[in-house]
C-alpha cells in the first residue's frame, strides 16, 4: 500500500489547478464562449481580418458594419437624424407600454384615465409628456432626417429603394401621430379626428369607404377608439418595425450611407 502511494507522482495543489483550468480551456463551455472572433478571445493578432471576425461573431457588434467611411461617423454629416428618429421611436416604445397600464380605450374610462394619470399614478405625468412630446419630436426628426437625405441626394442610384422604404416610414410616423391624438377623448382629439376623416371622406373613388372603417361606422363614436387604440398600439408600431428592419438592412446593403458630398 505504502508502495503504491509512493509509485504515483505527487501533484502540488497549484499543479492540481493548473491541470483543471488547462482541462477547462478545452472544454466545450469554453470553446463555445472564447471561440474565433469573440471579443473575449485573448492572443488576437490585430488585423483588419481579425477585426471583422471580431464584428461579425459578436451579437451587439455585429448590428455595426465592419467598415465605416470615414466622413460617415462625423455627426455633421447626418446630423444623427435618422438613429434620433429610431431613439425617439424607443422612448416612444417604452413610455407607450407604461401608458398602457393605466388607460382603458373605452368612452367612459379613457378621459378619467389619462386624468388620474396625472394626480394618482407615479411619474404618471412625466411619462405621458414624455410619450406626447417625443411623438411630436419623432415627426419633426423623420421629417429633417429626410431632408438631409435628400439635400446629399441619397435618394439616387442605388438608394432609391431604401428612399422608398423611408416614404413608408414617414408615412407610419404620421399615422401613428395621427391614431395617438384621438386616444385621449377630449374635445381637440373628438374634433381633430372629425375634421380628418371627413377630409379622407372626400377622397376618390374609395373615400367614403375608408372614411367607414376607419370611423367603425358613419360617425366618431366609441367603435372609432377602440378600432384607433388597436392600429396606434398593436397594427401601426408592428408595420414599422418590420419596415424599419428593411431601412437599416438596405443602408448597410447600398454600401453605407451616401457621400461624402
Ligand atoms: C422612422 C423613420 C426613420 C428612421 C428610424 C430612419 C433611420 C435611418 C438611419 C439610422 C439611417 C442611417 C444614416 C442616418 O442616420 O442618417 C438612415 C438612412 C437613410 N434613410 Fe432613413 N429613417 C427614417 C425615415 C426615412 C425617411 C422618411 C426617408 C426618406 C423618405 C429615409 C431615407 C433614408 C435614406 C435614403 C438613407 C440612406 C442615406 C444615405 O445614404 O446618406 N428615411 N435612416
Redesign the pocket.
Known amino acids: 500500500m505504502a508502495k503504491r502511494l509512493a509509485d504515483k507522482p505527487r501533484v502540488s495543489p497549484g499543479q492540481r489547478l493548473s491541470q483543471r483550468w488547462d482541462k477547462m480551456q478545452g472544454g466545450q463551455v469554453w470553446n463555445s464562449i472564447f471561440r474565433p472572433g469573440s471579443i473575449f478571445r485573448k492572443g488576437y493578432t490585430d488585423s483588419p481580418r481579425n477585426r471583422s471576425y471580431v464584428v461579425m461573431n459578436s451579437v451587439l457588434y455585429h448590428l455595426h458594419p465592419v467598415k465605416v467611411k470615414r466622413h460617415a461617423v462625423k455627426v455633421s454629416y ?1 446630423l ?4 434620433l ?2 431613439f425617439l ?1 424607443i422612448i416612444l416604445t417604452v413610455t407607450g407600454i407604461f401608458l398602457m397600464f393605466f388607460y382603458r380605450p373605452t368612452d367612459v374610462q379613457a378621459w378619467n384615465d389619462i386624468k388620474s394619470l396625472h394626480t394618482s399614478v407615479t411619474f404618471g405625468l412625466l411619462v405621458r409628456n414624455m410619450h406626447r412630446w417625443g411623438a411630436h419630436l ?1 415627426v419633426i426628426s ?2 429633417l ?2 431632408a ?2 435628400f439635400y ?1 441626394g ?2 439616387k442610384a442605388p ?1 432609391e429603394f ?2 422608398v ?3 413608408i ?2 408615412t ?2 404620421l399615422l401613428l401621430s395621427f391614431t395617438g391624438y384621438l386616444l385621449p377623448w377630449d374635445q381637440l382629439a373628438l374634433w381633430a379626428v372629425t375634421v380628418g376623416t371627413n377630409m379622407i371622406g372626400y377622397s376618390p373613388v374609395v373615400g367614403s369607404q375608408v372614411r367607414f372603417v376607419l370611423l367603425g361606422g358613419v360617425e366618431i363614436g366609441p367603435e372609432t377608439l377602440l378600432r384607433w387604440y388597436v392600429l396606434h398600439v398593436l397594427m401601426f408600431p408592428f408595420v ?1 418595425v418590420i419596415f ?1 428592419a428593411v ?2 438592412w438596405r ?1 448597410r446593403k ?1 454600401g ?4 461624402p458630398l
Open positions: 447626418t444623427c437624424l435618422g438613429g428618429s429610431f421611436f419623432m423623420v421629417f432626417h429626410m438631409r437625405v446629399h441619397a435618394y438608394r431604401n428612399w422604404i423611408g416614404v416610414l414617414l407610419l410616423t414599422i424599419m431601412h437599416f443602408v447600398d453605407g450611407i451616401s457621400g
